[in-house]
T-cell receptor
């Protein structure tokens, strides 16, 4: 079993839809949870960062962490074609960061 | 703008012919990373430097080596590329060593092995 599991997609939704992206993990020691966005032919860039459990909101994006279920989510409201990208979750404790494989998201105009 | 630069963006090499990928940063970060990313797979950490301290991941093949001559530059050497080494190679930096630090990525070098 991988430490971090993420559905690779692709996930295709119409413009304006609410998108839910998810990762599960197995290591209960993880404390830092991140979502990176990677556009085609570019490097990943940090989108959201959450420490421990709870929600964090930034504009149209909301990150949720449920440590009891070892499950994290990224919600995108009012999705736009410019949100089309691969979204990678990453998490860790201390010095090691473990990456998910990324979910490819396609927003159809 | 402060950034992470990778050269070349695309590299084509022949099976077994050594290749060097380069990375430079203007962020003045202490930590630099090299990742290998294959299609639909998680980025795989190959090496990282905390300042001059070199850290080799346990499962990084011996075929891969790295150099960091100064704070700004880092190189990835692939001594004898095989077909399985075709991938995107990403360089990243962060201000500190902890996993809570944001990593700043370059655009990557796409390596093709013929």
């Amino acid at each position: 079993q991988k430490e971090v599991e993420q559905d690779p997609g692709p996930l295709s939704v119409p413009e304006g839809a609410i998108v839910s992206l998810n990762c599960t993990y197995s290591n209960s020691a993880f404390q830092y949870f991140m979502w990176y966005r990677q556009y085609s032919r570019k490097g990943p860039e940090l989108l959201m960062y959450t420490y421990s459990s709870g929600n964090k909101e930034d504009g149209r994006f909301t990150a949720q962490v449920d440590k009891s279920s070892k499950y994290i989510s990224l919600f995108i409201r009012d999705s736009q074609p410019s949100d089309s990208a691969t979204y990678l979750c990453a998490m860790g404790s201390n010095y090691q960061l473990i990456w998910g494989a990324g979910t490819k998201l396609i927003i159809k105009p | 703008d402060a950034m992470v630069i990778q050269n070349p963006r695309y590299q084509v090499t022949q099976f077994g012919k050594p290749v060097t990928l380069s990375c430079s940063q203007t962020l003045n970060h202490n930590v630099m990373y090299w990742y290998q990313q294959k299609s639909s797979q998680a980025p795989k950490l190959l090496f990282h430097y905390y300042d001059k301290d070199f850290n080799n991941e346990a499962d990084t093949p011996d075929n891969f080596q790295s150099r960091r001559p100064n704070t700004s530059f880092c190189f990835l050497d692939i001594r004898s590329p095989g077909l399985g080494d075709a991938a995107m190679y990403l360089c990243a930096t962060s201000p500190g060593h902890g996993s809570y630090n944001e990593q700043f990525f370059g655009p990557g070098t796409r390596l093709t092995v013929l």
